[in-house]
């Protein structure tokens, strides 16, 4: 599914002095230099909407040719209120299409109770015959949560890098900029700025596993030039941790905004003056309401005070 935006209105909230010292990778540089299209993955959070604003102004400034959009995956109704509209009035806004990708067989929730099901299917297989299966070490559903989890985090799996994916293998070669950011976490800081993005990419052109994050930007950087040196055969793809080194005070200012004055308005906010916290407020009102993220509104990996 793809909504378009409705208005033709130009924006610029980035002068290039503000852009300009962010320094692109060169593989990057190099792969939209050689007509890949660009799709920002956004979810409405703060990180990928600083992004999109940055990445949108950027791309116009250096004349890339290659297709422009941004891209998002709806898990139906655990996301927050609004968020939608939220990514479609930015889009709009920045004259920029918005591409929504949705899991074909059902939301986040829809998925949560197929695999209580496949868990209750397995522990009635498992009191029948249990000398068939008590080498596969089939799981009750009392043994583990049928939600996702940390160890289990099959919703960011299948419902939107895989459907992300699908929407993405029409394009011959295709760079796909991710709003994570080093500062979040110890594992996000592991992480490398750019990567070949193995599942939708040509096989001759895929990432070893087990690399670090140097060596999967410097794979990187060695595809591209296989890929040329093929004559552009089959598909290449990149994911670009675009705002990877951003610090929480400058997705801020890209969202033209600080945190002294999100304080502010989430005081006016607990007072009651709903109304004037939220007016003129660029990001998703789930941060004036209290939010340090935004992820599912039941996100299993969300703090006591976003859920």
């Known amino acids: 599914m793809s909504i378009k935006p409705q208005t033709q209105q130009q924006l610029s909230l980035f002068s290039l002095e503000r852009t300009s010292h962010r320094k692109i990778p060169l593989a990057i540089e190099q792969a939209m230099k050689m007509g890949a299209a660009l799709a920002i993955s956004i979810s409405g959070g703060k990180d990928s909407d600083a992004m999109l604003r940055h990445l949108v102004a950027l791309h116009r400034a250096e004349g890339w040719k290659g297709e422009l959009f941004a ?3 709806d898990l139906g109704r655990i996301e927050w209120p609004g968020t939608l509209e939220h990514m479609q009035a930015t889009c709009n806004q920045l004259n920029i299409e918005l591409v929504v990708v949705r899991r074909q067989k059902g939301s986040m ?3 949560w109770e197929e695999r209580r099901q496949t868990l209750i299917k397995q522990q009635s297989v498992n009191a029948i015959a249990p ?3 008590s080498g596969l070490r089939i799981q009750k559903e009392g043994d583990k949560p049928f939600w996702s ?3 289990a985090r099959y919703c960011t799996k299948e419902l939107k890098t895989a459907e992300v994916d699908r929407y993405l293998r029409r394009f011959k070669s295709v760079v796909c900029a991710v709003g994570i950011r080093a500062e979040e976490s110890s594992s996000r800081a592991r992480k490398p700025h750019y990567q070949v ?3 939708i990419t ?4 895929k ?3 087990g690399l670090c994050a140097r060596e999967h930007e410097a794979w990187s950087e060695d595809a591209i030039a296989l890929w040329k040196e093929r004559d552009y055969k089959g598909r290449l793809a990149l994911t670009w941790n675009a705002v990877f080194d951003w610090s929480i005070g400058q997705v801020w200012e890209a969202l033209g905004t600080t945190q002294e004055q999100l304080e ?4 006016l906010y607990q007072a009651g003056s709903v109304v004037e916290a939220l007016s003129g407020w660029p990001a998703h009102w789930a941060y004036v309401s209290g939010n340090s993220r935004l992820s599912c509104s039941l996100c299993v990996l969300a703090s006591s005070a976003d859920i």
């Open 71 to 73: 891209i998002t995956a």
């Open 109 to 111: 929730i829809d998925r």
């Open 131 to 133: 000398e068939f299966s």
């Open 149 to 151: 989890s940390s160890a």
């Open 197 to 199: 993005r193995n599942d």
């Open 202 to 205: 040509t096989v001759a052109l």
């Open 207 to 209: 990432a070893s596993r």
């Open 264 to 267: 502010h308005r989430r005081s």
